[in-house]
């Protein structure tokens, strides 16, 4: 090949490359993400994930509160779930309960949100958030200076109509009760952990499949104890993708989720359109 043409070849390539790859950022930073957070990981501050519009995973990692704050003001458009209270119980169980005139013993254990009261009236067991921050244990109050610091780049309670940043409350625990209808199996556990990533696979979560875990499991490397754990994701990866799932659901199919409890408090948004029964 001459080198006139070559050279001209090259320059063509070079150009397709670089429209490529600027196409390719430009993609990653304006097309819609959906992130769910959970305060709760055991070695670091939070763990993060994110979903693209697909339902594909973009991203699954810990981090420290700059870390988060970091990746999420890099987002155009993004819809976060939290898996945190909002804010502290402002009283309005304990008023309930004192017009329902039960025992002043019943009334001071009325530390939930209305929310939580819903939940736990459904027989979902979820921590009870206290009126003062200062007695919330340490990944509420956590939670809160995320809620805060979020406010600041401009996220917006949802629903906020035609905002490109948006951010709700979830729980892990009773967003898996109203996906399985049931109590899930305790997280730390093999089983419990299965059971949740097949939860989040069979609704289209672009996860690892649990069911390969089976297919690697031989008679020897049961003996020599080598289960082949990396094909399964850790409790609080697993709730942070519940949480980010949630907020897909909340943006593509507002009809799947539900809302409970009382603004005044904040609302708890959850995978399903409707709370059923015990």
């Given at each position: 090949?001459?080198?006139?043409?070559?050279?001209?070849?090259?320059?063509?390539?070079?150009v397709m490359?670089?429209?490529?790859?600027?196409?390719?950022?430009t993609?990653l930073?304006?097309?819609?993400?959906?992130?769910?957070?959970d305060?709760?990981?055991?070695?670091?501050?939070?763990?993060?994930?994110?979903?693209?519009?697909?339902?594909?995973?973009?991203?699954l990692?810990?981090?420290?509160?700059?870390?988060?704050?970091?990746?999420?003001?890099?987002?155009?458009?993004a819809?976060v779930?939290?898996?945190?209270?909002?804010?502290?119980?402002?009283?309005?169980?304990r008023?309930?309960?004192?017009?329902?005139?039960?025992?002043p013993?019943?009334?001071?254990?009325?530390?939930y949100?209305?929310?939580?009261?819903?939940?736990?009236?459904?027989?979902?067991?979820?921590?009870?958030?206290?009126?003062?921050?200062?007695?919330?244990?340490a990944w509420?109050?956590?939670?809160?200076?995320?809620?805060?610091?979020?406010?600041?780049l401009?996220?917006?309670?949802f629903?906020?109509?035609?905002?490109?940043?948006?951010?709700?409350?979830?729980?892990?625990?009773?967003?898996?009760?109203?996906?399985?209808?049931d109590?899930p199996?305790?997280?730390?556990?093999l089983?419990?952990?299965?059971?949740r990533?097949?939860?989040?696979?069979?609704?289209?979560?672009?996860?690892?499949?649990?069911?390969?875990?089976?297919?690697?499991?031989?008679?020897h490397?049961?003996?020599k104890?080598?289960?082949?754990m990396e094909?399964?994701?850790?409790?609080?990866?697993?709730?942070?993708?519940?949480?980010?799932?949630?907020?897909?659901?909340?943006?593509?199919?507002?009809?799947?989720?539900?809302?409970?409890?009382?603004?005044?408090?904040g609302?708890i948004v959850?995978?399903?359109g409707e709370?059923?029964?015990?």
């Amino acid at each position: 090949m001459p080198l006139r043409t070559y050279s001209i070849w090259l320059m063509s390539f070079l150009v397709m490359l670089v429209s490529l790859f600027r196409d390719l950022l430009t993609m990653l930073f304006t097309e819609s993400t959906f992130i769910g957070i959970d305060p709760t990981s055991r070695r670091r501050a939070f763990t993060y994930a994110a979903l693209d519009r697909d339902l594909n995973l973009v991203a699954l990692a810990e981090g420290e509160m700059e870390d988060v704050t970091a990746f999420l003001a890099a987002q155009k458009s993004a819809t976060v779930a939290v898996n945190a209270p909002a804010g502290v119980n402002r009283g309005l169980v304990r008023a309930k309960m004192k017009k329902e005139t039960l025992t002043p013993h019943q009334i001071r254990r009325a530390e939930y949100r209305m929310a939580e009261l819903i939940l736990r009236e459904h027989g979902i067991a979820v921590s009870g958030t206290p009126a003062s921050a200062a007695v919330c244990p340490a990944w509420m109050q956590v939670g809160f200076e995320l809620y805060r610091k979020l406010g600041k780049l401009g996220f917006k309670k949802f629903p906020a109509k035609d905002s490109p940043h948006q951010i709700l409350e979830t729980n892990p625990h009773a967003g898996y009760c109203v996906l399985l209808n049931d109590a899930p199996l305790p997280k730390p556990t093999l089983e419990g952990r299965l059971q949740r990533q097949l939860i989040l696979y069979e609704r289209g979560v672009q996860i690892k499949d649990p069911m390969n875990f089976f297919e690697e499991i031989t008679r020897h490397k049961m003996i020599k104890g080598a289960w082949p754990m990396e094909l399964l994701y850790l409790p609080e990866q697993l709730d942070a993708l519940l949480a980010a799932f949630t907020a897909w659901l909340a943006m593509n199919r507002p009809a799947q989720i539900s809302s409970i409890g009382d603004p005044k408090e904040g609302m708890i948004v959850l995978p399903d359109g409707e709370l059923k029964g015990k």
